[in-house]
């Protein structure tokens, strides 16, 4: 087969900015590999961040001219990478950028128009990989573990902290999947309350100490006991989480310190309850922003205990492994293969999704 070469957008619920990977991609041996060839982040201005924070409150006409500016700027930003990378580009795949998502009730929504990103570019694009499983009566979400089955088979667990932390693992030869609960999104909002970006390492919640009233009040939020396949965003945040932080009287410290433990013990639970008790010592790969949180990791592994080891992987990887597999799941879109797996999001049939389009200029 041939190699794909392949770009991946991923814009998170943690607002972070874009995250571009140009990838080779190609199976060999009928097993998938890559190779991240190039990487970029492209920050939000302050502006382009509010825009899309707030896009779930926005008219419907309003929505419909950020998804039509949004495209066109992937689009811009996607030229200028290409430009600078001055190597050959097949196509792009977009995750685009969740502004609603409530699949019990059909709809999920990715900002980024496809044909505006395919002219604005000059290149094919494979975009909307939610819809299609929304279609079929399933979370739409996560959709990281297609890529977590087909590139990372050697861990137990994926776990991937962005704004929100999700996990992927093999249960009854079938993959498994769903959003834990709270990563970054808790993290961020105190930290830019703070005027900074984030906690860096973690620095900060560790210097702040554990509130057992506040950490009682999160490990009882309903959420937690519903059964996966099931999935969360921003509004559940806004909802549940946001309130707790505001009309809480702890100091930013405290709240980093407890929200971290949270979020471990969550994670702790989830991963500890699906060990394979046959294996001496499982391994967890965990990528995303809140992997390069030190505090985060350190309480991770505390929490887990001896049984499972947490693998940090580079950077790189740390930092694009979602924008890797969105350009797999483009590859796999236009191979006509799976690319989205019901065992995880609870749809009625795997499918292959993703819209396809070619610039029209």
């Known amino acids: 087969m041939r190699t794909y070469k392949v770009m991946g957008l991923m814009s998170g619920t943690s607002l972070?900015?874009?995250?571009?990977?140009?990838?080779?991609?190609?199976?060999?041996?009928?097993?998938?590999?890559?190779?991240?060839?190039?990487?970029?982040?492209?920050?939000?201005?302050?502006?382009?961040?509010?825009?899309?924070?707030?896009?779930?409150?926005?008219?419907?006409?309003?929505?419909?001219?950020l998804h039509k500016d949004y495209g066109i700027w992937l689009g811009q930003q996607s030229k200028a990478f290409i430009g600078e990378l001055g190597e050959e580009v097949d196509f792009i795949a977009s995750h685009g950028h969740t502004s609603?998502?409530?699949?019990?009730?059909?709809?999920?929504f990715q900002l980024g128009d496809g044909q505006l990103l395919a002219n604005?570019?000059?290149?094919?694009?494979?975009?909307?990989?939610?819809?299609?499983?929304?279609?079929?009566?399933?979370?739409?979400?996560?959709?990281?573990?297609?890529?977590?089955?087909?590139?990372?088979?050697?861990?137990d667990f994926c776990l991937n902290l962005g704004g929100i932390s999700n996990i992927s693992f093999d249960k009854n030869g079938e993959r498994v999947?769903?959003?834990?609960?709270?990563?970054?999104?808790?993290?961020?909002?105190?930290?830019?309350?703070?005027?900074?970006?984030?906690d860096e390492n973690g620095k900060i919640a560790r210097s702040g100490?554990?509130?057992?009233?506040?950490?009682?009040?999160?490990?009882?939020?309903?959420?937690?006991?519903?059964?996966y396949p099931k999935s969360t965003g921003y509004e559940w945040f806004s909802s549940e989480i946001t309130p707790l932080i505001e009309g809480s009287k702890l100091s930013n410290?405290?709240?980093?310190?407890?929200?971290?433990?949270?979020?471990?013990?969550q994670i702790a639970f989830a991963a500890l309850k699906h060990k394979n008790n046959g294996k001496s010592k499982s391994k967890l790969l965990a990528t995303g922003g809140g992997a390069l949180n030190q505090f985060f990791m350190d309480t991770l592994q505390n929490k887990l205990g001896s049984s499972i080891e947490v693998v940090?992987?580079?950077?790189?990887?740390?930092?694009?492994k979602e924008a890797l597999v969105f350009a797999l799941m483009g590859v796999l879109r236009l191979e006509g293969e799976t690319n989205v797996l019901k065992s995880v999001t609870g749809a009625t049939s795997d499918s292959c999704s993703g819209e396809v389009f070619f610039p029209s200029n």
């Open 16 to 65: 972070d900015g874009l995250d571009i990977a140009y990838c080779h991609i190609w199976e060999e041996d009928g097993k998938w590999n890559f190779s991240i060839k190039k990487t970029a982040e492209i920050d939000y201005s302050d502006e382009m961040r509010e825009y899309l924070k707030n896009a779930i409150h926005l008219s419907e006409k309003d929505h419909s001219q």
């Open 100 to 108: 609603h998502h409530r699949p019990d009730e059909g709809v999920t």
């Open 120 to 155: 604005t570019s000059g290149k094919q694009v494979v975009c909307d990989f939610r819809s299609k499983d929304v279609s079929l009566k399933g979370q739409g979400a996560p959709l990281v573990p297609i890529g977590d089955k087909l590139l990372f088979h050697e861990y």
């Open 177 to 198: 999947a769903y959003d834990i609960g709270l990563a970054n999104m808790p993290l961020n909002y105190i930290t830019h309350k703070m005027g900074l970006a984030y």
């Open 209 to 227: 100490k554990l509130d057992h009233g506040l950490l009682q009040k999160l490990n009882s939020l309903p959420y937690y006991t519903l059964p």
């Open 253 to 265: 410290e405290d709240l980093l310190h407890t929200f971290i433990h949270h979020n471990c013990e």
């Open 312 to 320: 940090v992987p580079s950077k790189t990887l740390i930092a694009y």
